[in-house]
């Protein structure tokens, strides 16, 4: 009887599968077991990134330019210029930094310097610093010697204050000994004398905040830690080296030193005042706004101004959230009382809110008002309105995506507020007034009211309304 293989056939390939299913969990199992080389091992993410396409890499020589002014790479830069000017054998050092970006090839620079003392007999600072030779390289590379800092406008910057307020020139004996060292600031400030101007005394006090930015990322060598660190606000004081009253924003220069400002005439008188450390900062006159102020670039975003105009919402604890989708559209005309008035501003702004009467319209006179009412105002404010002056620097706190209309005294070109709105991200509106002079001194445009054709300015302010119809959450046609 020949065996029926066909009946066997469908068990063998059942027991061949069983089998096989058997080995393979056995040596799967020990597989997940097994030990693993490190190099056999693949990771999901090496968290190394390949350089991006060469396109995306190549930047306009614009962007460089607004990068070296109004970004980061202008606090980097300063960083990596920083110099001590003191002989190895001098007591004290002082380290200074360095910044190229006037028009003018002018080197700008503040310094930071320690020990030092206060002499009240003779009100000046002391350090014991015998200059040094610079060598060929930093020469090469546009280090100035000493001597050669400039000078500033109002008895500004550096060299006037080095000159007239700290003697550099050996007083060793009148220095705090190594073992009373400790780590205290003392900033000398000499201020504009415009204390009133906004946009004067804001240059000068961004520049002082620039100045202790970049302290903050740059280790001195001799400590191996940042010249200065959050902690030493504590222990840091501005000096007033000037006369000038207080002013309005006289408070903002604690923004960055806890101890009360002190002026230099409150310094004991009958003493040698241990002061550690000195900070001159940058003048307000190299701050990079400053800098081609009479011709239109095209920088569009500066971290700078954000930082600065954030720090100066925190300092005043004015709230930066959004404004509410059913708030109305707010503009503020800036009310100048004692030039550079706008003729018939009282019957224009009327015609403009019968135009608009969905749209809040205020005048303000911010010469009446705090400077923390000020800012609050133009933290509210979506479109400001003024004529060529300080005033139009309020565009600074206003929200992201605002709105600045300038009308321009007729001969004027600047183009300083154009710059600042796009440095912002705001809406910049302008038309220059009619050349209609009511005084025939020299430079008129400074003290001379300014006239505007009534269509005109109702053209001019149509359109700056109108571009706000849609910002942020709002949604309105510009034409019905």
């Given amino acids: 009887?020949?065996?029926?293989?066909?009946?066997?056939?469908?068990?063998?390939?059942?027991?061949?599968?069983?089998?096989?299913?058997?080995?393979?969990?056995?040596?799967?199992?020990?597989?997940?077991?097994?030990?693993?080389?490190?190099?056999?091992?693949?990771?999901?993410?090496?968290?190394?990134?390949?350089?991006?396409?060469?396109?995306?890499?190549?930047?306009?020589?614009?962007?460089?330019?607004?990068?070296?002014?109004?970004?980061?790479?202008?606090?980097?830069?300063?960083?990596?210029?920083?110099?001590?000017?003191?002989?190895?054998?001098?007591?004290?050092?002082?380290?200074?930094?360095?910044?190229?970006?006037?028009?003018?090839?002018?080197?700008?620079?503040?310094?930071?310097?320690?020990?030092?003392?206060?002499?009240?007999?003779?009100?000046?600072?002391?350090?014991?610093?015998?200059?040094?030779?610079?060598?060929?390289?930093?020469?090469?590379?546009?280090?100035?010697?000493?001597?050669?800092?400039?000078?500033?406008?109002?008895?500004?910057?550096?060299?006037?204050?080095?000159?007239?307020?700290?003697?550099?020139?050996?007083?060793?004996?009148?220095?705090?000994?190594?073992?009373?060292?400790?780590?205290?600031?003392?900033?000398?400030?000499?201020?504009?004398?415009?204390?009133?101007?906004?946009?004067?005394?804001?240059?000068?006090?961004?520049a002082l905040y620039m100045t202790l930015d970049v302290l903050q990322i740059t280790q001195d060598q001799a400590t191996r830690r940042a010249f200065l660190t959050a902690e030493d606000v504590q222990d840091t004081q501005v000096v007033i080296l000037d006369d000038h009253p207080d002013g309005p924003y006289y408070d903002m220069w604690t923004l960055f030193a806890s101890k009360p400002i002190i002026r230099i005439n409150e310094l004991p008188t009958d003493e040698i005042l241990n002061v550690n450390t000195l900070i001159v900062p940058l003048p307000g006159a190299s701050n990079p706004l400053w800098q081609g102020d009479w011709k239109a670039h095209s920088c569009d975003h500066s971290k700078l101004l954000r930082a600065f105009s954030e720090r100066v919402l925190?300092?005043?604890?004015?709230?930066?959230?959004?404004?509410?989708?059913?708030?109305?559209?707010?503009?503020?005309?800036?009310?100048?009382?004692?030039?550079?008035?706008?003729?018939?501003?009282?019957?224009?702004?009327?015609?403009?809110?019968?135009?608009?009467?969905?749209?809040?319209?205020?005048?303000?006179?911010?010469?009446?008002l705090s400077f923390v009412e000020q800012i609050r105002i133009a933290r509210r404010t979506d479109i400001l309105v003024g004529v060529h002056g300080a005033g139009l620097t309020h565009e600074l706190f206003q929200r992201p995506g605002s709105a600045v209309v300038e009308i321009i005294p007729h001969s004027l070109a600047h183009k300083g507020f154009r710059n600042l709105a796009k440095l912002l991200g705001h809406g910049y509106f302008s038309t220059h007034a009619d050349d209609r002079p009511t005084t025939t001194a020299k430079d008129a445009w400074q003290t001379d009211d300014v006239s505007v054709e009534e269509d005109r300015f109702m053209t001019l302010l149509e359109i700056a309304v109108k571009s706000m119809y849609n910002r942020g959450l709002l949604n309105n046609d510009v034409i019905r």
């Fill in 314 to 368: 925190k300092f005043y604890s004015i709230d930066k959230e959004p404004k509410s989708l059913d708030s109305p559209l707010i503009l503020t005309f800036i009310d100048r009382k004692e030039k550079r008035r706008l003729i018939n501003k009282e019957l224009y702004i009327e015609k403009l809110r019968s135009k608009f009467p969905a749209v809040e319209i205020q005048m303000v006179d911010f010469a009446t």
């Fill in 1 to 206: 009887m020949i065996p029926d293989y066909s009946l066997r056939r469908p068990r063998v390939a059942i027991a061949l599968f069983v089998l096989t299913f058997v080995v393979l969990t056995i040596f799967g199992v020990q597989s997940l077991w097994k030990p693993h080389k490190e190099e056999s091992v693949i990771p999901y993410h090496t968290g190394y990134a390949l350089p991006l396409p060469h396109d995306y890499q190549q930047l306009p020589d614009e962007l460089t330019f607004c990068q070296e002014r109004f970004g980061l790479e202008y606090l980097r830069s300063l960083s990596n210029s920083s110099i001590n000017y003191c002989e190895f054998e001098s007591r004290s050092s002082l380290t200074c930094f360095h910044s190229q970006t006037a028009e003018n090839g002018r080197v700008d620079s503040f310094c930071i310097g320690a020990p030092a003392s206060f002499d009240g007999h003779g009100k000046t600072f002391q350090m014991d610093c015998h200059f040094r030779q610079l060598s060929i390289e930093e020469s090469t590379k546009g280090i100035p010697r000493f001597e050669q800092f400039p000078s500033y406008w109002y008895e500004t910057g550096p060299r006037y204050i080095f000159n007239k307020y700290i003697r550099t020139d050996g007083v060793g004996d009148t220095l705090p000994a190594p073992e009373k060292l400790s780590r205290s600031f003392s900033i000398l400030v000499k201020r504009e004398e415009k204390i009133t101007n906004l946009w004067h005394s804001l240059m000068e006090i961004s």
